[in-house]
């Protein structure tokens, strides 16, 4: 879908992620599906996005909403069949949005074929070499091979049950019990996920996400974790030869297929590795994501971000929120305003009316920045993060894994509103079998796509005028930025082209500099002066 005048679509894309359980259900069970999902895809057609990336779709148990995968190959039957995927791709393609598909290849399911010979076949099962399985420490063996802590906390290994019925190795997860980890020292766990590509590939997605990026490859003598030496399992360099192997599959196909990790990384040199020429095309910025509202910390991190992607040529990502962070409305709306999973509590008091207007100025912000940018399902509707779900209905598992301290991922991914005046706000269809797999709050009757739609002053139609304008405008997208000089706590650069963007993080309003005409602006301008926590794009020449 490339032209050879223009660069790949994805160094300046505007790309939109979908999860599939919450994005719109047409059968009524409550959870949505890929029907859904196509009978809501002028929505985001409307909205002028580039690329949908899609959350994982494939046949799991759900122990971690899907990132257990069972089957890289199928489509769960509670989002539809194979059939509806590749028909949504053809359709998505006949709008002009390219496909983006999650794959997983750190782990599994303990459903997956594989794991299950392993356990079934006992100790000499061939099956097990394709995972971590170790014998305990102690004399009984009944003492976890390590002490790594797992990423959503607690121990990383489990004991199995031989089929005699006696106690045997333990396997490594870096998640959750029920997602066992690969062995990517062996070639035929690198093959398979070759061959997973090419699947994909052939059926005509555009690229693929790549979840947990960086912890594939592990160290085999199992040290424990110290700061005086690498890590065990997360960045070692091993994982580079994985991703440029992956990079010659996608380079066999026509049309800018394109490789995006998810590298958690707080060093820019290690994070910047992921994107050389002959590995990874583009990696998400968290550490924008988790920058605070203050100009110089984002200032900071984006003079960061160019600066660690210009060596290896690759383009920047802006990302304010996805499907495992608190949403940035309820962020920007408390005292502290960074974001961080050690940090994440219950009960932080948050002013949403404060936190909107930020996050409406963020969205300019993101959207003119030099590179890709990504919005969260729901971050068009300006949906806050919902804290109040009952403990009994919750089904992350990183809330009982923390110890129920971390209050999980579920307050973001809940069901989208479409229309209506109380829920499921048509996220089901009239008179559903089901209520929507997760609570949504009465108060969203005013966040929904149908009430915002035609409204000036609302999210929606902000994001719609800045997409479009984004798309209109030369200087937006992959390309240079020129900081202007500006007043303390105010954010001001210039793209080509004669756009300039401010975006004022302080107490006070300010003058804005002399332009033509403003383009658009996230709230109210003071006449000639831009009012706290808002932003403007201007055409200055």
Not at 155 to 168: E, K, L, N, V, Y
Not at 387 to 404: A, K, T
Not at 484 to 511: E, H
Request: with cysteine; proline share 9%.
């Amino acid at each position: 879908m490339s032209t050879p005048d223009r660069r790949p679509w994805w160094r300046g894309a505007v790309i939109y992620q979908v999860y599939p359980r919450s994005f719109a259900d047409a059968d009524g069970d409550g959870v949505g599906d890929l029907a859904g999902i196509r009978s809501r895809l002028h929505h985001l057609s409307e909205l002028g996005v580039d690329a949908i990336w899609f959350s994982p779709w494939y046949p799991s148990p759900m122990a971690d909403a899907g990132y257990d995968v069972a089957d890289h190959r199928d489509i769960d039957p509670v989002f539809g069949t194979l059939a509806e995927a590749e028909a949504l791709i053809g359709e998505a393609h006949e709008l002009g949005i390219r496909i983006i598909v999650d794959v997983v290849p750190n782990h599994c399911s303990d459903a997956h074929p594989w794991f299950r010979a392993a356990l079934a076949g006992g100790p000499d099962a061939p099956e097990r070499e394709l995972f971590w399985f170790r014998p305990g420490r102690g004399p009984d063996g009944d003492q976890r091979p390590t002490d790594w802590v797992g990423e959503f906390g607690g121990p990383t290994w489990t004991r199995t049950i031989d089929p005699d019925g006696t106690p045997g190795d333990w396997y490594l997860h870096l998640f959750a019990p029920e997602q066992p980890d690969f062995n990517w020292d062996h070639l035929r766990v690198r093959a398979e996920f070759e061959d997973i590509l090419r699947f994909w590939f052939d059926r005509g997605v555009d690229g693929i996400r790549i979840d947990s990026a960086g912890l594939l490859v592990k160290d085999g003598t199992l040290p424990e974790t110290r700061p005086d030496r690498p890590h065990p399992f997360r960045d070692l360099d091993g994982v580079h030869e994985i991703y440029r192997s992956w990079r010659r599959v996608a380079d066999s196909y026509p049309g800018d297929r394109a490789l995006i990790g998810e590298v958690w990384l707080p060093d820019r040199q290690r994070f910047a590795n992921y994107l050389r020429p002959d590995e990874l095309h583009a990696a998400f910025n968290f550490d924008f994501l988790g920058c605070a509202w203050d100009a110089s910390a984002l200032r900071e991190s984006i003079d960061g971000t160019l600066s660690a992607h210009a060596p290896v040529g690759a383009p920047a990502t802006w990302v304010l929120s996805n499907h495992d962070v608190t949403r940035h409305v309820t962020r920007y709306g408390r005292a502290d305003t960074r974001f961080s999973f050690a940090a994440k509590r219950e009960g932080i008091p948050t002013d949403l009316e404060l936190g909107t207007r930020r996050a409406r100025a963020a969205a300019l912000l993101s959207l003119s920045l030099p590179g890709a940018a990504y919005v969260y399902q729901g971050d068009e509707l300006g949906l806050w993060e919902v804290e109040d779900i009952p403990y009994e209905l919750r089904q992350d598992p990183m809330w009982e894994r923390s110890g129920r301290v971390d209050p999980g991922r579920d307050g973001c991914r809940v069901p989208l509103p479409w229309a209506g005046d109380t829920p499921p706000f048509g996220f089901s269809p009239d008179g559903a079998a089901a209520e929507p797999w997760l609570p949504q709050p009465a108060d969203w009757k005013d966040r929904t796509a149908r009430a915002q739609t035609g409204d000036p002053h609302s999210m929606l139609e902000l994001y719609r005028a800045a997409i479009a304008i984004r798309r209109s405008e030369s200087a937006l997208g992959d390309g240079g930025l020129t900081w202007l000089p500006a007043p303390d706590q105010v954010l001001a650069f210039a793209r080509d082209s004669g756009f300039t963007c401010l975006v004022n993080l302080s107490a006070v309003a300010v003058p804005l500099p002399a332009h033509e005409r403003v383009l658009l602006s996230s709230g109210p301008l003071d006449d000639d002066r831009l009012p706290s926590d808002t932003a403007v794009w201007l055409r200055t020449r």
